[in-house]
């Protein structure tokens, strides 16, 4: 009997050459899977089922994990406000560890002795993949051929073409990766530190003038509407920011940051939803929590969203980082206002039961009600007992 492996397959050019390679030059019974995250529409999905069963795999399996990525991730990141380097908030890269899960869990239902992906050696994709694979199931033997034979994208073109394959596999001038939490976009342009993306590099355009005011409400740190209207499903209340933000060519911007194998790497990306989600969310927080939730949060969400981006969400702690920002989520129920305007955006403000500022102690700068002027001097005075020590015996 032939050897089983499961191919992450996307349909582009690595992994339709794997296929390819897979049954020919390994004799290999190769069964393709592809997970999705949120980024591919029901056409896109037919098209790439037809695509593998022309390349002659066994079977083919579509792995809907959206919600689980949302649930077990998504959520996640709005809670803790996780934007890497304060700029990026980890839209594609964090879809890869869900994909790795739904692919090695189909390749062990299904008795696979292999599971193959096409990450090349240059990239962060290749790492993640691999270390959930052999995290979960160490007795499943990884295929990486398109990393391993170290091809050039003609070489693979001309194997494909050789074995009869026939599509158009021209490289593009801009590789976007489109996924629920944002669009990542390569190019020239990336690979060089004094450079951006043109226009023409991002897939939505503008398309709105003027001023447009939205509304967006939070339950306990989730999203459940937009503009009044309610949703069971925050994937959806998603897609509704994400339709109206886009139209305003809002959040677009480029990253640079450290990449896990260690060399620095810029990738554009445009991600309305999220900015906006994130933002408002943020904002709801400054007058919902304290000042040490504030802080705690902070911390903990940006060793999270590294995390996340490193390969490393089966770390336990990651379990533990997400029950203490759920736990903070109590009081982040209300609406914030925003008005979109071509290529940016502002926040309004909130409504909420549970806003700190409405508090009968006191107007910032305006009226105090909650203590007298000789128990802020007392106050005062307390509070600079150490500073005055220390000043008086380090006199300079």
Known sequence: MKEKVVLAFSGGLDTSFCAIYLSVEKGM???????????????????????????GVKSHKLLDVTDEYYQK????????????????????SSERIFQALAVINYA?????????????GAGNDQIRFDLAFDVLAPEIKILTPTRDLELSRDAEIAYLRKHGVVDNFEKMAYSVNKGLWGTSIGGKETLHSDQTLPEEAYPTHLQKEGEEIISVDFLKGELVGVNGKKFKNSVDAINEVEK?????????DMHIGDTIIGIKGRV???????????????????HTLTKWQQYW???????????????????????DIEKFLENTQDNVTGKVSIALRPYHFQ?????????????EFGQYGEMNK???????????????????????????
Do not use: C
Not at 32 to 48: P, R, W
Not at 73 to 92: K, W
């Open 297 to 319: 949060k902070e911390q903990l969400g940006n060793w999270y969203g590294m995390f996340l981006h490193e390969a490393m969400y089966l770390e336990p702690v990651m379990r």
């Open 244 to 252: 109206l933000g886009s139209a305003w060519a809002i959040g677009r």
């Open 347 to 359: 926040l309004i403000g909130i409504e909420s039961d549970h806003d700190l500022m409405k508090s």
């Open 370 to 396: 909650g203590w007298t002027a000789d128990d802020a001097k007392g106050f005062t005075k307390i509070l600079g007992n150490q500073l005055k020590i220390y000043h008086a015996v380090n006199k300079k």
């Open 29 to 55: 019974e190769v069964h393709s899977a592809i997970a999705n995250t949120g980024g591919f529409s029901k056409e896109e999905l037919a098209v790439i089922e037809k695509k593998a069963y022309s390349l």
């Open 268 to 286: 554009g990306f445009e991600a309305a939803a999220p900015m906006l989600i994130i933002k408002a969310h943020q904002m709801l927080e400054k």
């Open 108 to 120: 062990k239902s299904i008795g696979a002795t292999h599971v193959a992906h096409g990450s090349t």
């Open 73 to 92: 991730g998504i959520r996640f990141m709005v809670y803790g406000n996780v934007l890497r380097n304060n700029t990026y908030p980890i839209s594609v």
